[in-house]
């Protein structure tokens, strides 16, 4: 029997794309890398994916379980043991298609390959007494709210403090459940090369299951796919992007003939949406720091025939002295943040990001802020907006900014949405959007600040 028969070979490689992103690898990056490469079947791909997303999304939850059987302390064993231990505790608790024997001996089989004999009788040990006892691990209740935020919905204990700080123990749960979750894959159609209608009449007739998006009037959801790739990937009809990251551009309301720049553009979704949105007919300058970067932008502007994009090396912790004052009609700030909206998507990030990390990019967020500043002419627009929820990474970057630059008032979002966005936009009159309260939209928030 092949090892791949064994089930052996996805294994190895989600085991080897964990290890990688375990050294500091952004996973869906990896991933798509080493699929790439792979000669596996659609079947084991999709397998692959699945170990890889999901025991990186619920790491707290599988420790939690696996400390219940474990003959040792965790955090007493080796890295790759743990990893291990990880990637097979996921099929025994979330996969039911996976049979609990085939997970078991497939990861004991594994431990050998790696070079594990050594621990293969602790791994094969901890395994089966998981398989076990899997119906008996005492889980924290709801009412524990904490601990049901770290060890059921796998946030670490600083998250779950910032959740508890900002939300009511009832939203804190349910927000906590949404990001265990899987996200929704979504699309945005390119209305320069074809309309929504179009695309999903094109996704039904190949056999996917798709609907629109409820918000952005350019959404598709694809709910369940029929192949490896959607119809129009090669012509450039959609570009894979979150619902309410596709709100972004709408926000910024350009017009032709407007000059924009996008100030943190990688990898340039929502420049190439505000280049579709005014019909190619107005210039956009799209800033990106890193230079690989900078080539993912006009990437996807060709893919997406996004003639009027301009994209450059620029790190905006500098003044851009190349840019003239009062030059641009709209500003967009996507600036970096702690991601933490989009945890179902980097599920490393629940992990490598700490408290101190917020703090150090909400000193970041100002810093581009002002120094996009002086770009906007009077009466023009600025942006700004971050997938995130953190109050220091939103409301309070907004205020602060708005008390530097008497120049800036805010200019309430809902007097000009569409009614159905309007719950969209909290008392403050920014755009906060969360997963467990918007059609499973990543949580997202943006402010809009008009030049007096």
Known sequence: ????????????????????????????????????????????????????YGTLRLRGRLDFALEQVSRQPLKRLEPGVLRLLRLVAYQLLELDRVPAHAAVNASVGLSRQLGMERVAGLVNGTLRGLERKRQDIPWPSPEQIKPYLQHVCSLPGWLAKELLRQFPNVESRAFGEAL???????????????????????????????????????????EKRAGPSLPGDEEGWYQVQDEASMLIAHLLDAQPEMRILDACAAPGGKTTHLAALTANRSPILAL?????????????????????????????????????????????VDAPCSGLGVLRRNPESR?????????????????????????????GLLLYSVCTFTTSETSTVVTEFLERHKEYELDCLSRSLPEHWRELVGPDGLLHTFPHRHDGMDAFFAARLRRR
């Open 180 to 222: 265990a979750g899987q996200a929704p894959q979504t699309v945005r159609v390119n209305r320069l090369k074809t309309d929504r209608d179009s695309l999903l009449s094109e996704l039904a007739a190949t056999g996917h299951l798709a609907r629109p998006t409820h918000y952005a009037p350019d959404g598709v959801i694809v």
């Open 1 to 52: 029997m092949t090892d791949n028969q064994q089930g052996i070979e996805p294994r190895r490689l989600a085991f080897a794309i964990l290890t990688r992103v375990d050294e500091g690898g952004f996973a869906d990056l990896v991933l798509d890398g080493e699929l790439r490469r792979s000669s596996l079947d659609l079947r084991d791909r999709s397998l692959v994916t699945e170990l890889v």
């Open 351 to 379: 992990w490598n990001r700490t408290a101190a990390d917020v703090r150090a990019l909400s000193s970041l967020q100002s810093t581009i802020l002002d120094q996009v500043a002086p770009l906007v002419r009077v009466g």
């Open 288 to 332: 990106e720091k890193h230079a690989q970067r900078v080539e993912l932008i006009r990437r996807s502007a060709e893919r997406l025939g996004c003639t009027a994009v301009e994209a450059r090396t620029w790190d905006l912790t500098e003044p851009p002295e190349f840019l003239e004052p009062q030059s641009f009609d709209r500003i967009l």
